[in-house]
């Protein structure tokens, strides 16, 4: 059987987490917590990056920074996870979705300036498999209409555009370290922060409101409660088996490449007699092999692909049922314009079994079998 995922072990996760042990300082803010942050930091050159429980509670953090409060409005595709739209939905914002392009599936530029009105506060670009958004033309939008830019780049760690690192772009950038994702603690998450403004309150809303940062450091003798927070600061336990991920993060960046490349090359003869398409890279990203998808006919042909897959003991699975078709997604949100590629290009993709150290047989094994469904010879 090739499962879907295997969450990766790459190195010193055990050594990392004995030390921790045998030093018994377990709560958050350590030195493994350290030690990721200044690796986040001088591997993606931003200004402050912080660790936190999950990529969802960076997005919430993300959203009190903004300030995002009753009716205001965010801009954001419907083709992304839950987390994106509920940490502003939870602040009171209602949320306008934009349609993808067919090509990436990241939110289509072209069409944001559109749904830009008086309430609209912040957009949240979503890097989706993690190949970018087009920023430049996004970054500018944001500034002539003076919003916020908080980048989802939970799939996009180690990926860039024009060779600055997803989630560093816009002025607030969310990192995942879920067991799903290319480096993980199981559940993790990482907010960016690129600019000095945010700096000061980013680290108090993760300390429950409190300046027990600055108390840390000396900065004032005692840490009292300054602003709204909660806890979105993780366990060392976390932090260290994350930080045996990030020492190897290079290795498993290669390797996960590799793997891409091969299912891409075996593939393109599919995709050339129109069988199936594959995943477009624009020019100037570069990407971190988050995942492998193909697009089939239609959404029968792909359920069909699934089961022939399954039968023959490869698991494959299809991706986000768009937010404003779900029932939340209705309440609180509402789509800009045509759904002209949202619906249609979703019910298409199958995303297939990807992993750290996903041996070359196993990928040849898995392409025969979609080359076979095909009624074709390799
Ligand atoms: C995984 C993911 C999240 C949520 O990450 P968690 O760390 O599980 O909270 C949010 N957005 C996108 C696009 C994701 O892929």
Not at 89 to 103: M, N, Q, S, W
Not at 191 to 204: A, D, H, K, P
Not at 300 to 321: G, S
Request: hydrophobic letters at 35%; a negative charge.
């Amino acid at each position: 059987m090739i499962p879907f995922n295997i969450p990766s072990v790459v190195g010193n996760e055990f050594t990392n987490i004995s030390k921790l042990i045998e030093s018994k300082k377990f709560c958050g803010d350590g030195e493994f917590t350290n030690k990721c942050n200044k690796w986040m930091e001088k591997e993606f050159d931003t200004m402050k990056a912080l660790l936190t429980t999950s990529c969802t509670h960076a997005l919430e953090m993300a959203a009190i920074l903004a300030q995002i409060s009753k009716d205001d409005e965010v801009i954001m595709p419907s083709y992304t996870f839950v987390s994106s739209a509920n940490a502003f939905v939870l602040r009171g914002a209602k949320i306008k979705f934009v349609d993808i392009r067919p090509d990436t599936m990241n939110i289509n530029e072209r069409l944001i300036e559109e749904a830009i009105t008086p309430r609209t506060k912040a957009i949240v670009p979503v890097h989706y498999a993690g190949v970018s958004c087009e920023m430049d033309m996004i970054m500018e939008v944001a500034k002539r209409n003076n919003l916020i830019i908080i980048e989802d780049a939970a799939q996009g760690v180690m990926s860039t555009y024009k060779g600055k690192a997803l989630g560093t772009i816009g002025h607030l950038g969310c990192y995942s370290f879920h067991e799903t994702k290319n480096y993980h603690c199981g559940e993790g998450g990482a907010l960016l922060v690129n600019e000095l403004e945010y700096i000061e309150r980013s680290e108090i809303i993760r300390e429950k409101g409190t300046d027990r940062s600055k108390f840390l450091r000396g900065q004032v003798d005692k840490y009292t409660w300054v602003d709204v927070g909660s806890s979105y600061l993780p366990s060392e336990l976390n932090a260290a088996y994350l930080y045996a991920q990030f020492e190897k993060a290079n290795e498993v960046n290669q390797n996960r490449l590799k793997s891409w490349r091969q299912y891409y090359e075996i593939l393109t003869p599919l995709s050339r007699e129109g069988f199936i398409n594959l995943p477009f890279i624009p020019e100037h990203c570069e990407h971190n092999a988050h995942m492998f998808y193909i697009k089939t006919k239609n959404i029968h042909e792909r359920t069909n692909l699934i089961d022939y897959l399954r039968k023959n003991n490869v698991i494959a699975t299809f991706h986000y049922v768009p937010l404003h078709s779900s029932i939340a997604g209705n309440e609180y949100g509402v789509f800009q314009g045509n759904d002209e590629f949202t619906t249609k290009e979703s019910e298409r993709l199958l995303r297939l079994p990807f992993f750290y150290d996903l041996h070359s047989d196993q990928i040849e094994l898995i392409c025969n079998l979609i080359f076979k469904y095909y009624g074709r010879d390799r």
